[in-house]
RNA sequence: CGGGGCGUAGCGCAGUCUGGUUUAGCGCACCUGCCUUGGGAGCAGGGGGUCGGUGGUUCGAAUCCACUCGCCCCGACCA
């Protein structure tokens, strides 16, 4: 391809709207432009990019033997409607009514429609196991679409979905997509963890995340360098570093307009570990009182899971339901439902009195005062891996695919049945499992880059050598660049030929924003003596080499790739 | 949805607080010519704006007021 008939718009400053890094140079490089919050347009580079992963997620798709199909994006209500989708989803949903006034909606994913298919099409345990798939676009109204292409409004996505006849065989195709999924991030040069997650709004029992550590990912992951065990810290189980246990006896002290932890810890010149957090929530089934430790934060999510649905509670509520106000309320002598942290099982603390202005120390748990014991702290670094007992990190991380187990979640209301060998009519045990090919990109952009910009991995660069004749007046650095570019692109290289009548120092600014792995530099000077210079673009490198060993070299370094 | 910021030429910005000699400006980009060709050159000339929109205050509004739309960031939210 040559440069000067691709529409390569590349930008010399920065875009004031954007702060990712992998944002600023999908724009810089010209790579993408944003049309309108969350809405983008791939222009030719980054629909190469796209069109490089696409093509490795179908082949390691099809290596376990899924099939490609495509799904409408234009979904009548009924199929939600009979899974509760319809009206568990809320505003992430795009709606919307036909010409006759039928509701409709938006895909935002496809488990309904897969479904669907699977219960008119599948009839017998023969026809299983199956498992279908499609790079397709979905919708979904982000409530805040954000950092560029990873958090956007319409995006396309590679999402498929398992269908066996037993748990044993969900287990099988789990375990075969969590190895392509391996191997595609591996491919697509990326750093990534597999981690625990949470099953949410999918459902299911099981469920694993792909992540790949950048700065600009939104998601945490709690991880142990020992035991492997990883996890994202929305269900991370960490176990806080003891304390010692003081022989304190119970008393009253009085702590005048000391409310939060951080003054009683100050006030009393004791560490916040020593303290019980009480934090009242009103849940659907009443109040309930919620312990965490001084130096833990109360996970909302693991409390969920806990007591459902649930508010934190008004400070007018607080005094009503506890009689105190907020800032001196304690476990001691409640009435209400009390879930605590596992981590105050043990020692003597100390928390409020019940009594405005008072704290009270020495508490002993199950002395003092009984509760539910559950894991609802934050896993933090630092905290002890549950599994193994050594340090946890904890990691920034773009999720970069996903993999459910959902089991009859879905094919039970919409009747996707099958019969069995003995002609029992069972529910078709499903799975699902995505991955965003423009979170892969963007990753890619996060963890390799420079000053000077992008530097792709080979296997999803839009080409894989930039030629860059310095000056094309002159008519002998045309002409090698000419030879150089048919023979390259003879060997199959895909080459960008940098044909413009700019000045060296554009073409290697331009050359180094948009990140091709190799340059050929072709300059007046070297031609003289038949020699041309490859450049690494990671590495800034450069050997000169014969013109005719030029071809060879890259063309052997890029075979790999393909 | 709550909090904050921003909206002036294709891009990046100044001017707004304190309304009027600014005919609305600067850098980059763009067009023409000359010159130059190993890290976003130089010189000369040139084009491009209903100052996000609507309404108001005023003799006079980019500037003040009200409403509204859009974009970004933090939080909530997030199959």
Redesign the pocket.
Known sequence: MRFSKMFIP???????????VS?KLML?AGYVR?F???LYIYLPLGMRVVEKINKILREEMNAIGAQEITMPVLHPAEVWQQTG?WNT?GE?MFRLKDRTGRDMCLG??H?EIMTWLASREIRSYRDLPQTWYQIQT?L?D???????VL?TREFT?K?SYSFDADEKGLDKNYQLHAGAYHRIFKRCGLKFYQVESDP???GGATAHEFMAPSPAG?DQVALCDNCGYSANVELAVSVSAGIKSEDWAFEEIHTPEKRTVQEVSSFLKLSPEYFIKSILVISEAGPVLALVRGDQELH?KKLVRIIGNHRPAQKTEVKDILGVEAGFIGPMNQKIRIIADATLKHGRYVSGANRLHYHAKGIKPEKDFTAEWNDIHIAKAGDKCSKCGSALRVEQCIEIG?I?KLGTKYSVPLRAFYLDENGQERPVIMG?Y?IGPARIAAAAIEQNNDK?GIIWPESIAPFDVELLP?????EKTVEAAERLYKELAEKGVEVLLDDR??????K??????IGIPTQL??????LKDGIV?I?DRRT?E?VKVKIKEAVERTASANSQYK
């Open positions: 590349t930008l010399r400053e920065i875009p004031a709207d954007a702060e990712a944002h810089r944003q309108a919050a969350g989708r989803i992430e935002m994913t488990e979905k979904r982000e409530a805040r679409p954000k950092s560029g958090r996505m999402d949410g709004m999918m939104e909302e996903n459910f699902s995505g000077d310095l000056n094309m007046k002159d009548d700019e000045r060296a120092g554009v290697f600014k331009d050359a180094d924003l530099i072709i300059g007046e000077k070297n210079e450049k800034k450069t």
